[in-house]
């Protein structure tokens, strides 16, 4: 990963009861002091499983945040993620190529991706899965740092990037891999 990488910081609220879902997603600027505040998830705190977590993106033309989609929990580990008007399951978002993968793939457009636990048992790693791609890393999840740190070649599947790094860490955190 390079200096021209997109890097997000969680801030997830001092109330140790909100939800996991709830975030704001900063970007940090190389030579800025000040994050940039890019995307805003929300999960009311109704004590249930289910419900919707909205997500909105700041427009950096405009400053106007923007509704970039939102998910409808069924379960803790089932519903749909909506990107737009596209909707599509968590499952598919989540899928293991095989029954014991360890590594979870999603698809945008032809494209496919994987996010895997790094060696360290705590970080995230997304790579390509592409026949002329295969292995190069797109996204890193730090979790000791609460930092997603993505390739600016990634910059347009980004919200996708985002939403499945926090459906990934809400399943880990569930001890759901």
Not at 10 to 37: H, K, L, M
Not at 66 to 81: D, F, K, L, Y
Not at 93 to 109: E, T
Not at 118 to 144: F, M
Request: aromatic share 8%.
């Amino acid at each position: 990963m390079v200096s021209s990488d997109i890097v997000l910081q969680f801030v997830y609220p001092n109330n140790p009861n909100a939800d996991y879902r709830t975030v704001n997603i900063n970007q940090i600027v190389e030579g800025s002091n000040t994050p940039i505040e890019l995307y805003r998830l929300n999960h009311p705190n109704t004590g249930l499983n289910t419900g919707e977590t909205s997500f909105h993106r700041r427009n950096m033309q405009t400053q106007i945040w923007e509704n970039a989609g939102h998910v409808e929990w069924s379960s803790p580990i089932n519903g749909s993620v909506h990107f737009g008007v596209e909707r599509i399951s968590i499952r598919e978002l989540r899928k293991p190529k095989k029954p014991s993968s360890k590594s979870r793939r999603f698809k945008v457009n032809s494209s496919e991706y994987k996010w895997k636990i790094a060696e360290n048992g705590a970080d995230l790693i997304c790579v390509s899965d592409n026949l002329t791609n295969r292995g190069r890393t797109v996204a890193v999840w730090t979790q000791e740092a609460l930092t997603l740190r993505v390739a600016e070649r990634a910059e347009g599947i980004l919200d996708r990037v985002v939403m499945t790094c926090l459906l990934n860490i809400w399943f880990k955190e569930k001890n759901l891999w």
